[in-house]
């Protein structure tokens, strides 16, 4: 039996622009939700666009920080501190809308 190498199952971009309050905040939630949620299943990429401007065309960043689910398709993008668990949850498919 052949043991198969696979990629993340979640790929994510974590875009930022330096080390600011909101971009500390976003990753620290980031890693957080990823490690209840997707144990083991999820790569984070943090790219800083004062570093990389360039970068931001790719996926048309506008604002940061922004969140970009590569992987699964199709690609999901949260703006903000990420600090409102059940919207990024959802926004990411990790958990699906509850209903009233």
Do not use: C
Not at 81 to 93: A, F, H, I, K, P
């Amino acid at each position: 039996m052949k043991k198969k190498e696979e990629a993340a199952e979640w790929q994510l971009l974590l875009y930022i622009a330096g080390q600011t309050p909101k971009s500390i905040k976003a990753l620290e939630n980031i890693k957080k939700y990823a490690e209840e949620h997707l144990t083991g299943k999820y790569s984070i990429e943090i790219i800083d666009l004062l570093k990389n401007p360039q970068l931001a065309e790719g996926d048309q960043i506008l604002a940061v920080p922004t969140l970009v689910r590569k992987f699964p398709e199709p690609i999901r993008k949260i703006i903000g501190d990420l600090s409102n668990e059940e919207r990024v949850l959802v926004g990411l498919n990790i958990k699906p809308l509850k209903t009233l």
